[in-house]
């Protein structure tokens, strides 16, 4: 059916409007055939109807009615809801409301989020220190290698009997932390979590996918390939004298905007933390069960990292207390260098305890595991610096008894009961944006993170509204938001150009690197520059010296690497597609 001819000049009036603002805020990459589909329309709207037609107009395959008018509230948003769940014709479309812009052009299909799945794990390809990137693998993002980290100092910090002040170590390898060139133990713990993790839950999905990074058809699936690069130099950041762990490999203060082969200041090692060494902990525990199954590909690899990880736990339990949380103003005061680099101090130790505790009852067990004195009674979101869940998380997948994995699915199902009833309150039909704390530094990790615990709730009860409501979180991240942004480099038509992210501003290539989320609107605004929009959820603006909202991180990345590759693994047994 053509589109009705009235519009006609609604159709020329929304071409300059969708220049400024498009008032159509949808998932721009698109959605599953049998999914659920839903847009919101910004107000004030001058039709209770709305369309969707093929980009040109010239067929209509949908009409549907705009649902009552919501007031956002943490901006001052009016929108109202398009469903369109019920359109199962594949293709590529737009949303029409007359008199308004057309919306974005999107897709709907069986596998709409295929190069996205690939792009968001690639990423972490693009962060890789040490080596050089080869077109090959990187496109027109080829760049030399940066920072060997062959001559790392010890800083004094650091320092002891064995290692003092100024020893020369290597720590080579490893990924970059976010925008900035250094690289920090306690942010790699959760991300090497979330990666480890999904290919744990989904062995057989990961098994089949492909992202081409120099590893590829090693037989070894790529989401291990790419994590090995981070653990072989998370290794290195052991003490080998005594088990613990140092903090971060760092440079003093912040690159400039160079690309890594030009940024060449001293590196350094700094103090052992027992964040670090539980964190480091952890992982390791985790990575001996899983790269086990691969010892053809690396022999020794799953006993070192059980080693590494019983003498970090071993260092850790006998270095508690304030004294081994790393505080870097306290350095600073009587030690040089001083460092002016990512800090990630943490107050309190014992929800990394609690999570290495966990990994290590389930890779070693033994009677130095067998108990615990006080189970950890949080079960907030995690990130860098609250891991207790992390090790819920594990002990779901890997129980002691029948009992205690029904009692951890019930759990999961009780915390996102309570973010479903909240959802129903939030003018965008998402989960994201619980409250104004969702809209912080880094808040695009929370949509991401939020979507995982509701994957857990739909594995524990394989009920299909958990896993929509995680899919309105990927909705969120990729467009249906207030700022109308698609949060990831290279996707979508309005996405991030300018992220904070050192190679991306000095490579001299317009399109960023690709596969990258960034932070996301940040009502602290910490950045101290202009923001056009100042609300708790527009609180946004696409400028590479807006790091408040606009810089990259590897622990941003891995949640969406679970989220949208569990989707993509789930999509037939929900039914989302067809087979």
């Known amino acids: ?19 400024q603002e498009n008032p159509v805020r949808l998932n721009q990459s698109g ?21 969707i037609t093929t980009p040109d107009g010239n067929d209509t395959v949908f009409r549907g009615t705009l649902q009552p008018e919501m007031i956002s509230r943490y901006s001052s948003s009016r929108t109202r809801m398009a469903d369109f769940s019920d359109l199962e014709m594949k293709g590529r479309f737009v949303l029409r409301v007359p008199g308004m812009a057309v919306s974005y ?45 062959t001559r790392v100092l010890v800083h004094p910090s650091a320092a002891d009997g064995k290692r003092p002040a100024g020893t020369v170590i290597a720590s080579p390898g490893g990924w970059y932390d976010a925008g900035d060139y250094n690289k920090y133990i306690v942010n790699s713990g959760i991300t090497m979590y979330m990666l480890l993790s999904a290919y744990e839950v989904f062995p057989a999905y990961f098994d089949r996918l492909n992202v081409n990074i120099p590893e590829s058809d090693n037989g070894v699936p790529d989401i291990l390939d790419e994590s090995l690069y981070n653990l072989r130099w998370m290794l290195t950041m052991q003490d080998p004298n005594d088990g613990g762990v140092y903090h971060k490999c760092t440079n003093a203060g912040f690159d400039k905007m160079v690309m890594p082969h030009n940024a060449t200041q001293p590196r350094y090692v700094v103090q052992k933390s027992s964040t670090a060494t539980y964190d480091f902990a952890a992982v390791m525990a985790m990575a001996s069960r899983i790269y086990l199954p691969f010892g053809d590909q690396f022999p020794g690899l799953a006993d ?36 002016h680099t990512g800090e990630y101090g943490d107050g309190n130790a014992a929800d990394e305890r609690f999570w290495a505790y966990m990994e290590l009852v ?9 108990s615990m004195e006080e189970l950890f009674a949080g079960h907030a979101l995690p990130n860098w610096y609250t891991v207790e869940t992390l090790g819920h998380w594990s002990a779901y997948r890997h129980p002691a008894k029948p009992l205690h994995k029904k009692g951890m699915g019930e759990l999961f199902m009780r915390q996102a009961d309570q973010l479903i009833r909240a959802a129903e309150k939030n003018a965008f039909g998402t989960v994201m944006g619980q409250t104004p704390a969702d809209f912080t530094w880094g808040g695009n990790s929370n949509a991401a993170t939020q979507g995982i615990l509701l994957v857990y709730a739909y594995l524990a009860s394989q009920n299909r509204i958990y896993l929509d409501h995680a899919l309105s979180n990927l909705d969120y991240l990729l467009g249906r938001n207030a700022a109308g942004y698609c949060f990831v480099t290279g996707f979508g038509e309005k996405r991030p150009m300018h992220p904070h992210h050192r190679p991306s501003v000095a490579d001299g290539i317009a399109d960023p690197v690709p596969g990258l ?3 996301g609107p940040n009502i602290r605004m910490e950045d101290g520059g202009k923001y056009p929009f100042r609300e708790a959820e527009t609180a946004y603006v696409d400028r590479d010296s807006a790091y408040a909202c606009n810089e990259i991180a590897i622990n941003w990345n891995a949640p969406l690497v679970f989220l949208v590759n569990a989707l993509e693994a789930l999509k037939v047994e929900a039914g989302y597609v067809k087979e």
């Open 105 to 149: 052009p999107f897709n709907i299909g069986d596998a709409p989020y295929h190069d996205l799945a690939a792009a968001v794990l690639k990423g972490f390809y693009f962060q890789r220190a040490s080596m050089p990137l080869d077109a090959q693998y990187a496109g027109k993002w080829a760049r030399p290698a940066g920072h060997p980290d």
């Open 31 to 51: 959605f599953y055939t049998a999914g659920p589909k839903h847009a919101v329309v910004m107000g004030p709207v001058p039709s209770d109807s709305f369309f």
């Open 304 to 339: 070192s990292c059980r080693r590494a990880a019983v003498r970090a736990w071993d260092w850790a339990e006998q270095h508690t207390g304030a004294a081994y949380l790393y505080r870097q103003q306290a350095i600073n005061r009587t030690m040089k260098p001083a460092i």
């Open 517 to 519: 989320l960034v932070g």
């Open 1 to 19: 059916m053509k589109f009705p001819a009235c519009f006609t000049g609604a159709l020329l009036i929304g071409a300059f409007a969708m220049a």
């Open 362 to 370: 389930t890779a070693v067990g033994g009677q130095k595991f067998d």
